[in-house]
């Protein structure tokens, strides 16, 4: 028997997954919380005394080390598994997370003297005290008309790769000048396995505006944003950046001991957790879009030929599977926006009724919302609740539901609701179709693709095309795992390709919803009223919104 290994590092936890390569059969699990999980209020003890701003978001890259020492020893042991037989390794991590380091890879907040100075941790991906930085950059960008923007939506995020660094020069410029690299947190992990510094294709790609192409963006644009951040990618970061398909390098026999792994294991390049999933499903070929479905969506797809879609939050060639371009949007509340209601507007006779019933707000409420039929409540939601991520890249924009009367119920609202981000889905699908990217089916994994039947029914429905679940309810684990395998090679083992570990290692989708035609006619409607209110408050027909919240802002 063969084995790989995936590291799926996430928000509050990491996760490593046992798999089997010649099947993908998923044999094994550990986990392990973060001993300092996110790092939002003040720093860890004893320097609590450290309050951090609003907005801040940070973690300690120790955890990230305790979870690799915690989970794949606990894996062989509980297994029995011999560390022969596991042939390679792979990782995946939420992003964009950057961390300060030395040279040799240690990170700044471990230096006793630093530990007190916030911008010497890790930041987080959602990390958003860099919204200046942000802005500097998308109104720099703007203005000397770079060719790279239009591939990000015109608009990058405080989330990312050099808004994060160029707070750092703003506001610590001793620690930025103490740094001698910036590196993602799954590039970090894997020179710390490895001993070599590596920069994977999907998160320079995504979050550090690389292109296979053309690069980083020039001196001459970062020198505009700062001249000290002129030089950055060639004092601080690589250029040379590496696709996600290659072998990184091999466990040092320090990584060995704490992995309880053989020296010499192959270790694949890093990968972004949502986009390390999408081969998991059984996707490596343009035409099928996957959709990681949890508090948020984020909605991938392939393609042989470059186009600019509007609105996509990435376009990157080697991106997402090596060989072709992939496409990123996304839905910033899907989860949450229904978690707020159940949490927020449910009444307390309802919460009541399911703790009697021994079942969840939610599972009541979508029992109610199934028997409703499409157009009966009344009611159109957009689905703005945390913003809009595509196709209007717009953070400002907010919630609206209209059509309630004295007679609107809970469920009625629930179902507008979740028909609400089915049309966002319809709407960044057809923004792609438009530019040159078909999309015939969809392949959905995550929290809310396996729980919640009648929104995968309701988005089958409205977009018009088959959603399938897949079968692994740890994709980004599973998606690491297989890249392990090609880092082996078939030589080893494992295979040669990212399309062939999919075709061997990923069962068939555990249920697959089609549209029902005789929704159609009402909901191509209801997405036609959608639009009108989407391209109003979302392009200037009225600016009620932004109004609302600098009055919201004024009075805070």
């Known amino acids: 028997m063969r084995y790989a290994i995936g590291l799926d590092f996430g ?32 720093l860890p003890a004893p320097n609590d005394d450290v309050v951090l701003e609003p907005d801040w978001a940070l973690q300690d890259p120790d955890d990230y080390v305790a979870a690799l020492t915690s989970t794949v020893p606990r894996l062989l042991r509980e297994t029995g598994i011999e560390p022969a037989h596991v042939i390679g390794i792979g990782i995946d991590f939420t992003s964009c997370t950057m961390l300060p380091t030395t040279a040799d890879g240690t990170p700044l907040c471990r230096i006793p003297e630093l530990r007190r100075e916030p911008h010497a941790w890790v930041k987080l991906w959602k990390h958003h005290a860099a919204q200046p930085e942000a802005d500097r950059i998308n109104a720099t960008a703007t203005a000397r008309g770079e060719a790279w923007l239009p591939r990000y939506g015109g608009r990058t995020s405080s989330e990312w790769f050099f808004a994060k660094s160029l707070q750092i020069l703003d506001e610590a410029p001793a620690i930025y000048r103490a740094a001698d690299g910036l590196i993602e947190g799954a590039d970090w992990l894997v020179w710390q396995l490895t001993g070599i510094e590596t920069r994977n294709s999907c998160a320079a790609g995504y979050k550090a505006l690389w292109s296979k192409a053309d690069g980083f963006p020039t001196p001459a644009f970062l020198g505009q944003l700062d001249p000290a951040f002129a030089a ?27 992995t309880g792994l053989l020296p010499g294991t192959p270790v694949a390049m890093g990968n972004v957790d949502a986009h390390v999933s999408v081969p998991a499903t059984g996707v ?50 899907v989860g949450d926006l229904f978690a707020w209601f159940a949490r927020q507007a449910v009444p307390r006779e309802i919460h009541e009724h399911a703790r009697q019933a021994g079942r969840t707000v939610h599972e009541v409420l979508e029992e109610e919302a199934a028997r409703l039929r499409p157009g009966e409540t009344g009611l159109l939601a957009l689905d703005w609740w945390n913003g809009n991520r595509s196709i209007l890249v717009d953070a400002e924009l907010s919630g609206l539901l209209i059509g309630m009367t004295l007679a609107t119920q809970p469920a009625d609202i629930y179902r507008a609701l979740l028909e609400a981000t089915a049309f966002g ?22 929290g809310l693709a396996e729980r919640n039947a009648l929104l995968m ?12 679940v897949a079968a692994s309810t740890q ?21 040669d390709s990212i399309a062939d570990a999919s075709a061997a290692m990923v069962r068939p989708a555990v249920r697959t919803y089609r549209p029902d035609p005789s929704t159609r006619a009402v909901y191509d409607a209801l997405h036609a009223e959608y639009m009108a209110l989407h391209d109003h408050f979302g392009r200037g027909g009225s600016d009620v919104m932004r109004r609302l919240r600098a009055l919201r802002a004024g009075v805070g």
């Open 11 to 42: 928000t509050e936890s990491g996760r490593a997954v046992l798999v089997d390569v010649a099947t993908g059969a998923e044999i094994a699990t550990a986990v392990h919380e973060y001993a300092n999980g996110v790092i939002d209020r003040r």
């Open 232 to 258: 950055v990618v060639d004092e601080k970061m690589s250029r040379d950046v590496r696709s996600i398909g290659e072998r990184a390098g091999e466990l040092t026999a320090e990584a060995a001991a704490w």
């Open 284 to 333: 490596t070929e343009p035409g099928t879009m996957v959709a990681v479905m949890g508090t948020s969506t984020c909605l991938m797809a392939l393609s042989s030929r470059l186009a600019i879609a509007e609105g996509m939050a990435g376009v990157v060639e080697d991106g997402i599977v090596p060989g072709f371009f992939g496409y990123e949007a996304g839905q910033a509340a």
């Open 425 to 446: 889905a319809r709407t960044i699908i057809e923004s792609l179709e438009a530019a040159g990217v078909p999309i015939e089916r969809i392949v959905a994994c995550g």
């Open 457 to 468: 029914q309701l988005s089958a429905d409205i977009t018009g095309r088959e959603f399938a």
């Open 475 to 495: 994709v980004a684990a599973l998606g690491a795992a297989m890249y392990g395998t090609v880092a082996a090679g078939a030589a080893a083992g494992g295979y």
